[in-house]
T-cell receptor, first 109, second 121 residues
Framework: EVVLTQSPATLSLSPGDTATLSCRAS??????LAWYQQRPGQAPRLLIY???NRAPGIPARFSGRGSGTDFTLTISSLEPEDFAVYYC???????????FGPGTKVDIK | QLQLQESGPRLVKPSETLSLTCAVS??????????WAWIRQPPGKGPEWIAS???????YYNPSLRSRVAISVDTSSDLFFLRLRSVTAADTAVYYC?????????????WGQGTLATVSS
């Protein structure tokens, strides 16, 4: 099974900063990776699918890139509502498994 | 606007069965472009996919839960269901229902608000 790791576990930044989050797969997953945002007390929200495609309604300050084993989510000019936990998820093995990563918390410095 | 709403008991005793319902509104479970899924999230942990079902009844399960889980759908009422047998404290989690794109990306694009199910005697 492909295992996802995310780094860092916590990222402390200020509004207006740029956040760079990493997700690494234990083996190549092509571009089959999504990113979700979860604010406290809310359900996760799909941000990016298949590495670099923004989901409908997602602001342009969110961008994703990567292929194979290394992926990055970049949030340009952090807004107050962007301070949240971010999870990656891979679909390479769907429907046999569909795991999420452990998450990166972006908090206010 | 599509909405999903989970319902079910908030407290379940160990060894019993957790039964949850997801009501879909603003859309229909018979839309051929989507699966309907259950995902759970233990307190302080990341999400875990449990199972997905197509309106025809075709279903897929997380191998780690497959022996205890059943997912089903009622197309006449736009409802789908989760049953998790022989629960333990490790099954305590927020349970979400979600819509899953079925043609290209397979990710979860609409989620319910979630319902916390606690396993305790």
């Amino acid at each position: 099974e492909v295992v996802l790791t995310q780094s860092p576990a916590t990222l402390s930044l200020s509004p207006g900063d740029t956040a760079t989050l990493s997700c690494r797969a234990s083996q190549s997953i092509n571009t089959y990776l999504a990113w979700y945002q979860q604010r406290p007390g809310q359900a996760p929200r799909l941000l990016i699918y298949d590495s670099s495609n923004r989901a409908p309604g997602i602001p342009a300050r969110f961008s994703g890139r990567g292929s194979g084993t290394d992926f990055t989510l970049t949030i340009s000019s952090l807004e107050p509502e962007d301070f949240a936990v971010y999870y990656c998820q891979q679909r390479f093995n769907w429907p046999h498994s569909f795991p999420f990563g452990p998450g990166t918390k972006v908090d206010i410095k | 606007q599509l909405q999903l709403q989970e319902s079910g008991p908030r407290l379940v005793k160990p060894s019993e069965t957790l039964s949850l319902t997801c009501a879909v509104s603003g859309g229909t479970v018979t839309n051929s472009g989507y699966y309907w899924a259950w995902i759970r999230q233990p307190p302080g942990k990341g999400p875990e996919w449990i199972a997905s079902i197509y309106y025809t009844g075709s279903s897929y399960y997380n191998p780690s839960l497959r022996s205890r889980v059943a997912i089903s759908v009622d197309t006449s009422s736009d409802l789908f269901f989760l049953r998790l047998r022989s629960v333990t404290a490790a099954d305590t989690a927020v349970y979400y229902c979600a819509r899953q794109e079925a043609l290209v990306s397979f990710y979860f694009d609409y989620w319910g608000q979630g319902t916390l199910a606690t396993v305790s005697s």
